[in-house]
Nanobody, 123 residues
Framework: QLQLVESGGGLVQPGGSLRLSCAAS????????IGWFRQAPGKEREGISC????????TYAYSVRGRFTTYRDNAKNTVYLEMNSLKPEDTAVYYC????????????????WGAGTQVTVSS
């Protein structure tokens, strides 16, 4: 059974950092594109970063570009989202998802989802 589990969320002050992990079981993550998404209360789920299978091509939403980094550790079957210079508007539930490919890093391009991890940025 394909399963994704996110971890690493929590409460952090503005300007702080967190690293989220997306661990897979039941399949090898390196054969899948991985997307990081987030959903704030009352808002739609948005794609913030996606990483492809080939050459690790990575895209970022404008709102996180330069602050967030996505990378793979295939030996650990895990994808990470390194988040720096966090802002209160980054507060959301963060999800990772796996799919066979992506063009626009949108929700409908991904088939398998984790349950999410809460990130709260507040002083």
């Amino acid at each position: 059974q394909l399963q994704l589990v996110e971890s690493g969320g929590g409460l952090v002050q503005p300007g702080g950092s967190l690293r989220l992990s997306c661990a897979a079981s039941g399949f090898a993550l390196n054969y899948y594109s991985i997307g990081w998404f987030r959903q704030a209360p009352g808002k739609e789920r948005e794609g913030i970063s996606c990483i492809g299978t080939s050459h690790g091509t990575t895209t970022y939403a404008y709102s996180v570009r330069g602050r967030f980094t996505t990378y793979r550790d295939n030996a650990k079957n895990t994808v990470y989202l390194e988040m720096n210079s966090l802002k209160p508007e980054d507060t959301a539930v963060y999800y990772c998802a796996a799919g066979r490919g992506f063009y626009s890093c949108t929700v409908d391009e991904f088939d398998h989802w984790g349950a999410g991890t809460q990130v709260t940025v507040s002083s």
